[in-house]
Nanobody, 121 residues
Framework: QVQLVESGGGLVQAGGSLRLSCAAS????????MGWYRQAPGKQRELVAA???????NYADSVKGRFTISRDNAKNTVYLQMNSLKPEDTAVYYC???????????????WGQGTQVTVSS
């Protein structure tokens, strides 16, 4: 059983910055990838950024060049640095983890509780 604890959301003016954090804890497991999704009212949940265990990254076109995902594997923590924020970035941001249970080799997937990001114009 794994828990993802998110922090860092809030209210910021357009052009400002926020840094989201997501820490995984619980059972022994190997993380294959962690990432951030977001969902605005009336819209589908979309991938914002992801990072693999090996360090490869992927970004949505809408955030490329403005957001940076990073991780600390020793702490099982992923970060999302969000710069030059725009009102259209307003959404609930969800942390996601995919990996493998190192005892059973079963695949695992977990979601954080979500954190609200609001960008005012």
């Amino acid at each position: 059983q794994v828990q993802l604890v998110e922090s860092g959301g809030g209210l910021v003016q357009a052009g400002g910055s926020l840094r989201l954090s997501c820490a995984a804890s619980g059972s022994i497991f190997r993380i294959n990838a962690m990432g951030w999704y977001r969902q605005a009212p009336g819209k589908q949940r979309e991938l914002v950024a992801a990072i693999t265990r090996g360090g490869s990254t992927n970004y949505a076109d809408s955030v490329k060049g403005r957001f940076t995902i990073s991780r600390d594997n020793a702490k099982n923590t992923v970060y999302l640095q969000m710069n030059s924020l725009k009102p259209e970035d307003t959404a609930v941001y969800y942390c996601n983890l995919v990996g493998v249970n190192t005892v059973s080799n079963a695949p695992v997937a977990y979601w954080g509780q979500g954190t609200q990001v609001t960008v005012s114009s």
